[in-house]
């Protein structure tokens, strides 16, 4: 189920910062205020992969706003992507930091920032107070561009990786091995 902010809200939202965009999120079922800061890319993203979205449309998270007062803990608790699911009360009219016993008690982290606002005048005021038209967007541009720049070395690493990869394993098949095994004075120079 995706639901949308009214209209009302999100008229008022353009006016405020135009850059700014209001999105549903699948996995978190809380609704995202993302701000435009950067240029869209041709990203493959799952419908509740948030990050994965962000990327591909060039945006950044904001806040968090909960449909309710209401959430229930999304913190992932195994390799499957379980969630915690226990819930929790969201301050009203206000963001604060709600903690989750249940996964402090597990050891995990469990602590959101969140409030519940309805769609009213002081969810505006609160992006006025956090600003995200000028210092705090440049903090996460210069952080976005860190974090493409990591992602660009990584993915020539794995390149680099996998051209070595291919490279053992077309020299195994010239000299008729099944593989090769290189220790520390044959990578020095003394091949195989
Ligand atoms: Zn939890």
């Known amino acids: 189920m995706s639901y949308t902010a009214p209209a009302t809200f999100t008229e008022r939202l353009r006016h405020f910062d135009p850059n700014l965009r209001v999105r549903w999120s699948n996995r978190t079922h809380t609704f995202h205020i993302e701000s435009k800061v950067g240029r869209a890319a041709e990203i493959f993203a799952l419908p509740h992969d948030d990050g994965a979205i962000r990327r591909r449309d060039g945006y950044q998270l904001v806040c ?91 993915r020539e690493r794995d390149t680099l990786n996998a051209l070595t990869a291919n490279a053992l394993e077309f020299r195994a098949a010239m000299t008729g091995l099944t593989s090769v095994y290189l220790n520390d004075a044959q990578r020095k120079g003394n091949h195989v």
């Open 64 to 154: 968090e706003v909960t449909a309710g007062s209401r959430m229930w803990c999304h913190q992932q608790v195994d390799e499957q992507g379980t969630m915690c699911g226990a819930p929790l009360t969201v301050p009203m009219m206000e963001f604060r930091e709600v903690r989750c016993a249940k996964c402090r008690k597990l050891g995990f982290d469990g602590r959101y920032v969140y409030g519940y606002f309805g769609w009213t005048e002081r969810l505006l005021d609160h992006l006025r107070w956090i600003d995200p038209r000028n210092t705090w967007r440049d903090t996460v541009v210069s952080g976005n561009d860190r974090a493409n720049h990591a992602a660009d070395a990584e």
